[in-house]
């Protein structure tokens, strides 16, 4: 984040392999993470999916997020990381994982970096004030947890991703409630902002992509000064 002076990740909420490496060779630059939600590949091949998404982010150094949100018993998550076709556990940096399950459903997501999601952008979420403060007691006693996805401030040891970005839209049809990079930077103390149909449906993808990316760095470094 610091060498490439970016909060950004990307969503890469796209249906083909095609699509998912050509988004990624577009913002590759700008992001710091590609945020995957891999099961909506329909053309979906391990080794021509995956392997050229590897060398993508080795090239343009940047970690892959697998937005999987597990929400089982452990045991079962443990088998939807590491088996299947989509072998999650070989390639992904980062998972997301819902805490529902209780801090022992978390032990089985070994060498990679936890995001649990504290609280959801939708409209009528049950992620409540309540739902918060329960989940927050299992997230701070799990050394594998890194960060939370949420839309409202957590405390500093550790890292918020906040999703539900976009500078031009209030929101959607489906109930996706959007913020701009500036509200969530000052008003949340975001570390990273996830970012999908305004990059990867834009005229310019690149170009949105380096939108994102100053506009979160600016008020990155304007809420931290
Ligand atoms: O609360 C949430 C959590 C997540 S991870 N709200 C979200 O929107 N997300 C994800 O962020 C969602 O699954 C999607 O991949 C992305 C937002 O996409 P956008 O197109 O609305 O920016």
């Not at 913002?27 to 060398?55: C, E, Q, S």
């Not at 997301?96 to 409209?123: E, P, Y």
């Not at 918060?132 to 991703?161: H, S, T, W, Y």
Request: with cysteine.
């Amino acid at each position: 984040a610091l060498e490439k002076k970016s909060n950004l990740i990307a969503s890469a909420d796209v249906l083909t392999t095609k699509e998912l490496h050509d988004l990624a060779e577009k913002v590759g630059p700008n992001i710091v993470a590609l945020k995957t939600h891999i099961d909506i590949i329909t053309d979906f091949d391990y080794d021509k999916t995956i392997i050229p998404l590897i060398d993508i982010a080795a090239k343009h150094n940047f970690l892959l997020m697998e937005d999987r949100k597990f929400a089982d018993i452990g045991n079962t998550q443990e088998l939807q990381y590491s088996y299947g076709i989509y072998k999650i556990s070989n390639w992904a940096d980062l998972v997301t994982s819902h805490v529902i399950g209780g801090s022992k459903s978390l032990d089985c997501f070994m060498n990679v970096g936890v995001v649990a999601i504290l609280g959801m952008s939708s409209q009528g979420t049950l992620t409540d004030a309540h739902y918060r403060e329960e989940a927050m007691k299992i997230i701070i006693n799990e050394p594998n947890v890194m960060g939370c996805v949420a839309q409202n401030q957590i405390q500093d040891d550790l890292l918020l991703f906040t999703p539900g970005v976009n500078i031009s839209a209030g929101g959607d049809s489906k109930g996706q409630q959007y913020n701009t990079p500036e509200h969530v930077f000052k008003n949340l103390h975001t570390d990273f902002i996830i970012v999908g149909r305004g990059i990867y449906k834009a005229d310019d993808i690149e170009q949105a992509a380096l939108t994102y990316k100053t506009r979160g760095w600016q008020a990155y470094e304007a809420a931290i000064s």
